[in-house]
């Protein structure tokens, strides 16, 4: 959790000018260390055992009654949790394999003119609520799992796509320079000077993608895809607090172990010397 | 029923759900700003609390929207109270962050000069610090608003008020004609009040920065 003090560096919109408004969504966070204190790799774990366990003792203390114990049984938990991870998985590799390349390609001198475009639709995109999106994706096609994927992804593909231009676009002129300099081909120097320095940029992204698809996909029950939405809006309709309760933990815990596993990855997979 | 039908019979309809949600948004708002100007400051001041503060500002944008509104509703009761509370939670991060990153930015002989001038640590603060982070903490504000204007829409799903309302409407009857105008109507409504918003926010810019630095 300590890692989340970074998040000032890669908020965009911090530079004080008029300049782009941040990204929706969790906030992006440029890990450069390596090593890190044992706080930041072993804080989140333990809080999430300690929350999970502490909501586990709480539920089994209480006598569930016979509505309680349709949604709070481990068969119907462990549908709504894979429906979940299913819903985000399919979602984000969708986003990741759309949005890095085209944010590749946009940073490409060739791109230049159609950039501010793509900047400007992506900053009113942000204003556009996810829950509208989704439903008029739903509205045009019908109810169904990859309809709703399309919806997932149509919330987080502009984030991702900014956050791979203005990392490319933050990388060191004077790097690339030298590298043409030494030789290199404009592809070398994207391969092995401009992709690697914007890693950690690229990582927040990704990440940043993570936690809106695991976060969007809690509305998945409201268009018929199950989910943790599911535990947390029968809570909600049969009036169970223990229901809801055990929903708003599961999917909270899930978005907070999603975002700590690829916090932790990037900083694993970070090129050395960053 | 077309749009423009839908548009002209509808009008004062979206008009109060759309102050509905302006309402939600600026209360939010107000609570985030009172509660993250304080926290950004402190954690400027104090360099042992400034990770534990970001850190649990930064927690709650990790969160899914519909938990953390829904986590409310045994305490707080349906309706606008939990959405409020949600919403000032997830506005605390960019304010928060952002008066950091503008208080950290502000020259250290600026902060000297003040020093030297024999101002206390509040005077300093209050005369010199804040007017010259402000543009940068304004900018965290701005984008607080936008992120909070888009999720309020959800509060509608967990009983609250706002143009979310009109969306689940349309989302519930699904298969009737007049469905896609609802959902159509409640989506643009929220994009014009992020787009009024962010208006607005050029002049406050204008207004509030002070005349030295503008």
């Avoid at chain 1, 990204?23 to 790799?41: D, K, M, N, V």
């Avoid at chain 1, 043409?180 to 401009?194: A, I, T, W």
């Avoid at chain 2, 839908?6 to 948004?25: A, I, P, S, W």
């Avoid at chain 2, 993250?36 to 954690?43: D, K």
């Amino acid at each position: 959790m300590a890692d989340t003090a970074l998040a000032t560096q890669a908020l965009p919109g911090t530079g004080g000018t008029a300049g782009t408004p941040g990204t929706a969504g969790a906030p992006g966070r440029a890990e450069s260390r390596r090593g890190g204190s044992p706080l930041s790799w072993f804080g989140m774990p333990v809080l999430l055992a300690v929350i999970l366990g502490g909501t586990y003792l709480w539920v089994s203390s209480l006598e569930l009654d016979t509505i309680e114990q349709r949604t709070l049984n481990v068969e119907q938990l462990t549908r709504s949790t894979i429906e979940h991870l299913h819903l985000t998985a399919v979602s984000t590799a969708i986003v990741i394999v759309l949005a890095i390349p085209l944010g590749v390609l946009l940073s490409r001198p060739f791109a230049r003119p159609v950039v501010p475009a793509v900047l400007g639709i992506a900053n009113i995109g942000q204003g556009v609520p996810s829950f509208g999106l989704i439903t008029i994706v739903i509205l045009w096609t019908s109810l169904g799992f990859w309809p709703m994927i399309i919806g997932l992804v149509a919330c987080s593909t502009l984030p991702i796509l900014r956050n791979t231009m203005v990392g490319l676009e933050q990388v060191d002129r004077t790097a690339v320079k030298a590298s043409r300099g030494m030789g290199m081909s404009p592809l070398q120097v994207l391969l092995k000077v401009e992709l690697p320095l914007a890693f950690p940029v690229m990582i927040a992204g990704i990440r940043t993608a993570l936690i809106i698809n695991v976060g969007t996909a809690a509305l998945g029950t409201f268009f018929g895809q199950g989910g943790l939405g599911f535990i947390i809006y029968n809570g909600i309709t049969l009036n169970r607090t223990p229901v809801l309760v055990t929903g708003v933990v599961l999917v909270s815990a899930l978005a907070l172990l999603i975002d700590y596993l690829a916090g932790a990855l990037g900083r694993l997979l970070a090129p050395r010397g960053l | 029923m077309t749009f423009a039908e839908y548009l002209t019979r509808n009008y004062d309809n979206l008009l109060e759900l759309g102050l509905e949600h302006l309402n939600l948004v600026l209360i939010s708002m107000g609570i985030a700003l009172a509660v993250g100007l304080p926290l950004g400051i402190v954690a400027h001041r104090n360099g042992f609390l400034r990770n534990p503060i970001l850190a649990g500002a930064g927690f709650f944008l990790t969160l899914p929207s519909l938990a953390l509104f829904s986590i409310f509703i045994p305490v707080l009761g349906i309706g606008a109270p939990p959405a409020i509370a949600a919403l000032s939670l997830y506005a605390l991060l960019p304010i928060v962050s952002n008066t950091v990153t503008g208080l950290a930015s502000v020259s250290p002989a600026v902060v000297k000069a003040s020093q030297g001038m024999g101002m206390t640590g509040f005077q300093r603060l209050l005369r010199v610090e804040l007017p010259l982070a402000w543009p940068v903490i304004l900018t965290g504000i701005r984008v607080s608003t936008q992120v909070v204007i888009g999720i309020a829409a959800i509060a509608a799903l967990v009983g609250g008020p706002g143009l979310g309302t009109e969306i689940f409407r349309g989302l519930r009857s699904q298969g009737n004609a007049s469905a896609p105008n609802l959902v159509y109507g409640g989506t643009l409504g929220v994009i014009v009040l992020a787009l009024l918003l962010d208006a607005a926010f050029v002049l406050i810019r204008r207004l509030t920065t002070s005349r030295g630095i503008r």
